[in-house]
């Protein structure tokens, strides 16, 4: 997909003349440089991954996350912070590389000293055991360990707010400190969210990045429902994470044709979009990019390739996203995250697309094929559902698809060598299968690779803990990675 300056978009919105900011964070006008005020508190939520070689291979880890809460260090309520949808789901492996707006209190927040964060929330934790150096989850293998509502806090905790202080955390979840792993058999044999320090916070923005002053982090990768478009914003109502409206500057950048379908795709409210933004320290998100899915609301479900196939028309994925459709909807609440979905393609479907959002592509068999063999595992692949049962007791979901998208991947490895001007990671979770260093490119035009940990490419080192977000290709090509992020742990 060939990415153009916004302007293309927004002279087609201005079209439509669709004028509506709702939900868009008002952010503070008055009194915002000091004085007694009460202050403001903005959270994004993120996750640390395993530190490579992991010893299992995750494929989802989801949660669902109620409230959170800070409490004074002098006593009385806790202060509730409002979260961007009364319930919260997220799959964090999309979290390893990729933050995500949790929610936000403009200048209602009391002054003072804060002792304890604490986070009410659920989680599901999808796995599977693998061979080493052959790709795919082991025949069998996948499987689910689900723990109840709990409420953790995080760990070595202290906030001081002053009058009208605009203040950021980014609540961090460890897979290290919160799942245990049989190293033997590659199980997941428990989820702790109390465990010390499986849940930490640091404060935004983060010490070093790409990030522009006045931004506090990136709001990457939000997929769902057009709910309003007009040439000043856009607002994206996901399935699980509420909605996000985002300003439009002569900076973003957006494309003027659908990925489904490669036909020309105009802003309007009903269609399914990806957005790329960054969190402001007002509370408002900028865009950074659109990318236009469908011309209208449509069954969509993104996952992680499991399996190695042999088949030419089924594979099988774990669920990591989904947007279903305004009307009609085939999912509903037959899906969930971390759901496992056996796929079929069917008779008339699409030659496969790729959603490059303007980085650079490898040739590769992926796209314009038909055949699911040359789908592999730990690829993150969009399906357009035609049809769709749900979970039923042991009896995995099971969907028949007529588009198939690949989409970016998010995983974690080490460096084995800096960008020259490709930089090579290793250790990655076993059923990729892969036992040696492998290429990840970077984008160095417009969009570019954005960094988080790292102010640019030269500050990479051999043995950093690092997290991308990229387009996998396949170990048999090189590079094998094409990264829209990457983030060092």
Known sequence: MNSKLWVVLVALAAILALSSCSGLPQPCTVNCGGGTGDASLILTLAAVPFTPPPATSILSFAVVINSVSLTPSSGGGDINIPLNASTYGVDLTRLQSDSSFLGQSINSIPVGTYSKLSVNLSAVVTYCAATISAAGCNTGSVAKLSKSFATPTASNFSLSLSGNEQAALRILINFNNGITVNANTQAVTDVDLTATSALTTINLPPAASTLSTGQLDYVDDVTGVVTAASSDSVTIQTATRGSITSLITSSSIGSPNCVIGNQLCTPKVGQVASIDATLNSDGTTTLLQFDPLTTTSEDLVEGIVTTLNTSSTQFQIVTNDYVPANSGSGLGS?????????????????????????????????????????????????????????????????????????????????????????????????????????????????????????????????????AIRALYFGSSVAPSFTAAKVRKN
């Open 334 to 466: 037959n899906l969930s995250l971390g759901d496992v979905v056996n796929v079929t393609l069917s008779n008339s479907v699409l030659p496969f697309v790729i959603d490059t959002k303007g980085l650079p592509v490898v040739n590769s068999v992926f796209g314009g094929s038909t055949s699911a063999t040359d789908i592999l595992p730990g690829q993150t692949v969009l399906l357009h559902v035609t049809d769709f049962t749900g979970v039923s007791g042991n009896k995995p979901a099971s969907a028949t698809v007529d588009a198939l998208v690949l989409r970016f991947t998010r995983v974690a490895g080490s460096v084995s060598a800096p960008p020259a001007p490709n930089f090579s990671i290793q250790s990655l979770p076993p059923f990729f299968g892969i036992s040696s260093p492998i290429q990840v490119q970077l984008g160095t035009g417009s969009p570019s690779t954005v960094l988080d940990g790292y102010t640019d490419t030269g500050s990479f080192a051999v043995g950093d803990n690092v």
